[in-house]
């Protein structure tokens, strides 16, 4: 089997397309469907508090598991075994810490968006301005990897060569996705990453056993055969392991934990996750959607792990190595080893759901900050005009997003982008979750704290982020041909993270402001549900 610059051999572009094009008529129609009671901001941003724990799990793991998760943690164990699964274990025990320390606590104490919890003992107008900012960054570069990932998977699945192309396609998964938001709001967005999660996890179901069948359902034998096709003896053996990839030295051990606490802790501060939380009726169906989300996601990886390997032993680390889209092609090649092109056009489809979901949930959590927060708490002082006007501004900061995210998209197809999603993870770990932290159980905790912990974190994780080998001095980096890191880490998360808890701690005594009376009121509301949001009557 050959592959080609323009795609992999022996796929079938238009199968692949018309299985495309049957989900996004599908999903359409749920979506229309879905945006007949979207009427009132909580119908828009919550889907009316309507969806069951089990329902919400299942959308969580939709929007968690991104193309990265499924084609990019594949490919990693295809061919750095042992530390490719690392990622998976860094994203799975991320969620414990969402399940113990966030969902409840944020069910109970919000209304829709993180500012909402950030503002509850503070000064409205400065948090919410800073919550918003921050979800608009993370949001930003979150939904820039996936649009310039979903051109990097066209040009290996569809066979769609050329800047052209690429640039076609990426505008069509942005217009695609302003629809979703557009049209069904929370409620049509959380169908669609329903419908794409179930496929995502069937199709990952049905390659898994496909792979143990061929081994005799013997896992053992399937790895002594990636080993023995990685060239057997002490080279095959590294797969099974520690240390093939980040084991050479002392910097990329360093890296590795970098990047292993900015994953566990940036989870539970993305804020597109966190938005979920508010989805349900109460408080106990949030910690049942993150109970229901960890056995689904710890499910899927246990799957990436057959498939990675699978990968390795039948495809071979070299020619996946070779491919168009490196890593990325581990999945799509397994595919087409196993079932041919009608498999491969499957795999295909659900990749593009994929980036399709997520980016449908980044958009409306990014369009519901700024409207909520920034418009209708920062501009309006809470004082809307009418009933559906907040609604209409996150609408129309929907569009706008969608038009950023397209003309990024298409500028930044050609970079490496791993750096965006590590910086993602960083800046959520960062800025986000030790405001969050602080502000649910730290009694002397106060708007200054809450502003150096967040434009803090910010600054100095980005600031990291520029100076650090994966924006210049490597060939991997962003900046070909420039050498300007002075950071060692690719991730700032081992740096940025206490510095972001220490400036927390740093505003908040550096300011006589006290707030015993709000906190006393959350802490309650935040441990029992007293005054909690409802689920809408309809």
């Known amino acids: 089997m050959k592959i080609l610059a323009a795609g992999v051999e022996g796929s079938n572009p238009t199968l692949n397309i018309i299985i495309f094009a049957l989900f996004v008529a599908i999903t359409l129609v749920i979506v229309f469907w879905a945006s007949r009671n979207t009427k009132t901001a909580s119908d828009y941003y919550a889907a009316g508090r309507a969806f069951t724990g089990p329902q919400n799990g299942i959308a969580i793991s939709g929007d968690y598991l991104s193309a990265a998760s499924f084609l990019g ?303 209708a708490n920062v501009i309006k002082k809470g004082k809307v005009d009418s009933k559906n006007a907040e609604v209409r501004v996150a609408r129309i900061t929907a569009l706008v997003i969608g038009a950023v995210a397209i003309v990024g998209g298409i500028l930044a197809k050609s970079q490496n982008v791993a750096f965006l999603v590590a910086l993602a993870f960083a800046v959520a770990a960062s800025a986000n979750l030790p405001t969050l932290l602080y502000s649910l159980f730290w009694k002397r905790f106060n708007t200054r704290g809450a502003l150096f912990s967040m434009y803090g974190g910010l600054i100095v994780t980005i600031v990291l982020i520029v100076f650090s080998p994966a924006v210049s001095g490597t060939s991997t980096s962003m900046i070909k041909g420039a050498d300007f890191d002075w950071f060692p880490l690719s991730n700032p998360g081992l740096v940025s993270i206490p510095v972001s808890f220490f400036l927390g701690w740093l505003g908040t005594v550096l300011s006589k402001e006290t707030n015993d009376d709000k906190y006393a009121e959350m802490e309650v509301r935040s441990l029992t549900g007293a005054h909690a949001e409802k689920a809408s009557a309809h």
């Open 73 to 375: 943690i594949a490919g990693a164990i295809a061919v750095n075994g042992y530390d490719g699964f690392l990622y998976s274990i860094g994203f799975l025990v991320a969620w414990l810490v969402a399940l113990l320390l966030v969902a409840e606590l944020l069910r109970n104490t919000g209304k829709f968006t993180m500012g909402d919890v950030l503002a509850f003992r503070m000064k409205q107008r400065p948090v919410r301005a800073a919550a918003a900012v921050s979800t608009l960054i993370v949001s930003f570069f979150y939904l820039l990897a996936q649009m310039t990932g979903a051109g990097g998977l066209v040009n290996l699945l569809l066979g769609v060569s050329g800047d052209v192309g690429q640039d076609i396609v990426i505008a069509v998964v942005g217009v695609i996705m302003v629809l979703y938001v557009l049209i069904g709001g929370m409620k049509g967005t959380t169908w669609v990453q329903i419908i794409k999660a179930v496929l995502l996890i069937v199709g990952a179901l049905a390659m898994t056993l496909w792979v143990l069948g061929k081994y005799g359902f013997n896992f053992s034998s399937l790895l002594q055969h990636a080993v023995d096709r990685a060239g057997g003896g002490t080279k095959g053996e590294a797969l099974l392991g520690p240390g093939k990839q980040y084991g050479k030295t002392g910097t990329t051990k360093l890296d590795f934990l970098s990047l292993g606490i900015a994953l566990v802790l940036g989870t539970a501060g993305l804020p597109h996750v966190l938005m979920r939380f508010y989805t349900v009726p109460t408080a106990r169906d949030a910690r049942k959607s993150v109970v229901w989300a960890i056995v689904l996601i710890g499910v899927f990886y246990l799957f990436t792990l057959v498939l990675g390997y699978g990968a390795g032993a039948l495809v071979g680390a070299d020619k996946i190595s070779k491919a168009p889209g490196t890593t990325n092609s581990a999945a799509p090649l397994l595919a087409l080893e196993l079932g041919g092109p009608v498999l491969l056009g499957f795999i295909a489809a659900v990749a593009f759901a994929t980036i399709l979901a997520v980016v449908a949930g980044l958009t409306i959590t990014a369009s519901a900050s700024f409207a909520h927060d920034v418009y």
